[in-house]
C-alpha cells in the first residue's frame, strides 16, 4: 500500500507561480511512474503529467510549456512547478501511484 500527499497549494493571482510536492510512503519503488491530476469544480478529473522512473515526462497539452513535473527518488516525492498560472487552473490537484491517490491540494488563480 502506497501512501501520498500532497502540499504546496494554495491562493495565487494570474500569472503567478506555485510548486506542489507529493511525498510518497509505504511501498514505493523509484521505478514507479508518477503522475499528477486535476479536478475543477464541476468537472471531472483530468490528467496533467506523468514521469517516469527514468525521468522521462510527459503533459497535457493545456499546460505544456507552463508545468514542469519532476521527482527526488531519495526522498520519494515528486514536484510539479507551475508556472504562468491562469483561473482556469483552478483546481485539486492530485498526484497518484499505481492505484493509490493522494487527498489533494487546492490551487486557486484569481484574476
Known amino acids: 500500500q502506497v501512501q501520498l500527499v500532497e502540499s504546496g497549494g494554495g491562493l495565487v493571482q494570474t500569472g503567478g507561480s506555485l ?38 515526462t510527459n503533459y497535457a497539452d493545456s499546460v505544456k510549456g507552463r508545468f514542469t513535473i519532476s521527482r527526488d527518488n531519495a526522498k520519494n516525492t515528486v514536484y510539479l512547478q507551475i508556472n504562468s498560472l491562469k483561473p482556469e487552473d483552478t483546481a485539486v490537484y492530485y498526484c497518484k501511484t499505481q492505484n493509490s491517490w493522494g487527498q489533494g491540494t487546492q490551487v486557486t488563480v484569481s484574476s
Open 19 to 56: 510548486r506542489l510536492s507529493c511525498a510518497a510512503s509505504g511501498r514505493i519503488f523509484s521505478t514507479n511512474v508518477m503522475g499528477w491530476y486535476r479536478q475543477a469544480p464541476g468537472k471531472q478529473r483530468e490528467w496533467v503529467a506523468t514521469i517516469t522512473g527514468g525521468g522521462y
